[in-house]
C-alpha cells in the first residue's frame, strides 16, 4: 500500500514548530490532511457583509475592519470591558465585549477583524459580537500600514473553527502557506475519472479543496462542499455494501420453498384486505426468502401502519418451508402481546405460538426449550435477551425483531451464528427519512410501508398553554364518563424545582386527588422496579385503570384501543418523534382520539408544536425532525467523536445518497473486496476512513 504524504504529522508543514503542532493536535488536526479538510465553517462575502457607515441600531450585521485602537474600560459595577473600535473604507464602529478584559490580549491594533451581532445603541452605535474572527494579525503582517484595506474588498471572507490556542489567522496563515503543496498532494487520492465526475456533478478533488479554502463566490464553496460530501456518501455506501454482501451473499441462505399450504388460510381468515403497500412489501419479503441469498432486510412503517401482520406471512412462508420462525419484541408486554395475535392467527390453522419471557417459569420454559431444540415447535415469540442467549433451534429460518429503534446501535444477533443463517427481518416504528435510512442501515435492504389500513380515523391533536389546561381536563373527564381510558404523560418523574416542570409523581397525587377523585388513577415510570411497572401497564390494559400517569415509558408501550386521550404536559420537551410516538398510543380503536399537547412554547419548540399539530404522516414528521435537528443527532458520535458527515447534508444532497448507493453497489457487486488494480485507490481510502469496522479480504 502507498504512503500518502498527507498522513505525516502536521509538523513537518511550513510554519509548524512542536509547540503548534500540540495546539493543533488540541483541535484534531494531527496529519497534514486533517489541516487540509479543516474547511471553513463558514464564509462572507460581499452580500452578507455590510459597510459599516450604513449600519442602524437593531441590524443583525456582519462587518469586517481593522482595529484602530482598543482597550479596558472599567465600569461602576466593577464589570470591565473590552473595546476595539474598527474600520472600513466607509466609517467606523465599536465593538464591546463585557466581562472579558482577556480579549486586550488576542485582539490588537492593527489586526483585521470580523464581527458578527447586533448594532445597539450606547454611547453611539455599538456591536457586542455575538461572534468573531481575527482574519489577520497587525502582529503577523509587521504592523499594519495605515490606510491598507485591501482584503476588506470583494473577496469572500473565511472563518474557520478556531480555538484559543490557535486563533483563526494562524489557520489562515498556515493554510496559505501550504495550501499549493497540499493540493498536489490530494491530487493522487482522486478516485474518480473525469467521465465519473461528470456523471455525478462533482469537481475533481484538488479543485473541491481549493474552492473551499479559497472560494472564488459563495456558489464555488458550494461545488466544493458537494464534492467533499459526495466522497463521505460514496465511502459509507461502500462499507455498507461490503457488509451487506458478507451478510447476504458470502453466507449459506436458506431458499424458502412456498406452497402456500398456510399462506393462503391466513389470507381468508384475517377479515380484511391487506393494503397495497402491505402487498407490495410482502413481494419484496418473498422474493428474498425465496432467492439463494440470504435475507436482510428492514421493514419502516408508521405507528399502526400493520407491520406485524407483515411478519406473520412471512413466518408462514418460512413454516411453510418446514423451518422455524422467531419473533423478538424489546418487552415483555409487547413479547406478550404479539403472542396472543399470533395465538389467535394461527392457532386456527394448527399452528401453536411458543412464548419465552423472564416471566415464563420453569416448567414452561423447559417445554418450550424442548419443543424449539426437537422441531416440533415452530414460531416462538418472546424478548430480545432470552431468545438470543440460551435457546437451540433445530430448524431456525426466519428471525424477525420488532421495534428495533429501542436498542440505538444495532446488535450483533448471535442467532445470526448459524449455518444455514436464518433470514432476517428488521421493524422499526420510528421512520425515519429514506436518505437517513441509507446513510444509518445501508448494509440492509429497506422496505417501507407507507399507507395506513382504511378507515383509521387521525387522531384530533391539539397545543394548548398551560393556561388553557382546563380545557384538557374537561375532554378528559368527559371521555372518562364515556368509559374511556387516558393517558396524561410528564417528561420528569421526580420535583425538579429548577425547571418547575410538572413532574410525574407529584401531579398522580394531584390528580386522582382532585381533578379526577372519581376514577382509578396509576402511575407508570422508568424508576419503578420492572414487576411493579408490569403490574400498572397491565392493569391499564386490563380497564382496571381509567387515568395512566406516565413518563416518556410508555413511548413503546402496549396497544390499549380503549383509550382516546394523550394528553402531554410540558410537551416543548419532547422531540418530535417522540410526540408522534405517544400520539400513536391511541387512536387504535374505531372512537374518536384526542392527543392534547400543553405548552408554553416558542422558537424551535413551537416550530415542532406547528409541525405537531399539522400533520399525523409519520414520514413527514420524521423528515422535519431531521431539517431541523441535523443528520448529527441521529447518528450519535460514533466514529472516535467525530460526526460521521461532515460535509453531506441528508436533505441537501438525496440524489449525492442515490448515486453513492447505487454505484457502491454495484462497484461491491463486481469486485466485492476492491482487489481489481482500478480499485486500488478506493481500497486505500476506504480503509482509511472505517478500516476498524470493515474487514476485507487480502490478495492470496
Ligand atoms: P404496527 O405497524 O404499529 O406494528 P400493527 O401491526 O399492530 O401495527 O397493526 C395495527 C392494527 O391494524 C392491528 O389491529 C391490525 O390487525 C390492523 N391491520 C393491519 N393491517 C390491516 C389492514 N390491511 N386492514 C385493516 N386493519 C389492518
Ligand atoms: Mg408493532
Sequence with gaps: MSFSRLDFPV???????????????????????????HVPRRYEDASTVQPVAGLEVGDSAVVVGRVRSSGVIPTRKGLRIFQAVIEDETGHITCAWPGQPWLDRRIRKGDLLLAAGTVRFFHGRQIQPREFAILESGRARGGASEGDDAGTRGAIFVVYPASEAVPQWVLRQLLERNLTTLLRQVEEEEYLSPGERREIGVPGLAEALSSLHAPKS???????????????????????????HRSTTAVNGIRFGRTNRLIRPLHESLGFR????QARVLREIYADMTADRRMNRMLQGDVGAGKTIVAVFAMMLAMEGGRQAVLMAPTELLAEQHARSLQR???????ETLLLTGRTDARERARVLAALADGSGLVVTGTHALIQETVEFARLGLVVVDEQHRFGVRQRMVLSQRDPTPDTLIMSATPIPRSLALALYGDLDLSVLDELPPGRKPVETRWLRPSRRAEAYRLVRDELARGRQVYVVYPLVGESDKLRLRSAT????????????????????GQLPGEERDAVMRAFLAGDL?????????????????????????AERFGLSQLHQLRGRVGRGADRSYCVAIADAEDAAGERLRVFRSTHDGFAIARADLAMRGEGDFFGS???GRPVLRFADLTL??????????RARATIDRDPDLLAPENAMRRQLLTGRFGDRLQLRSVG
Excluded at 506 to 525: K, T
Excluded at 653 to 662: N, T
Design 546 to 570: 381509567d387515568v395512566l400517569v406516565a413518563t416518556s415509558v410508555v413511548e413503546v408501550g402496549i396497544d390499549v384501543s380503549n383509550a382516546t386521550v394523550m394528553l402531554i404536559e410540558n
Design 638 to 640: 460514533r466514529q472516535h
Design 274 to 277: 391487506l393494503t397495497d403497500a
Design 345 to 351: 392467527l394461527l392457532g386456527p390453522l394448527g399452528v
Design 653 to 662: 444532497d438525496q440524489d449525492l445518497m442515490r448515486a453513492a448507493r447505487e
Design 506 to 525: 407529584e401531579e398522580w397525587e394531584r390528580l386522582r386527588a382532585e381533578e379526577f377523585p372519581d376514577f382509578r388513577v396509576g402511575l407508570l415510570h
Design 218 to 244: 459563495l456558489e464555488d464553496a458550494e461545488r466544493g462542499r458537494r464534492r467533499l460530501a459526495w466522497d463521505e456518501l460514496h465511502f459509507l455506501q461502500l462499507m455498507h455494501a461490503h457488509a451487506r
Design 11 to 37: 509538523q513537518y508543514l511550513k510554519g509548524v514548530g512542536p509547540r503548534r503542532a500540540e495546539h493543533l493536535a488540541g483541535m484534531d488536526i494531527r496529519k497534514a490532511r486533517d489541516l487540509l479538510y
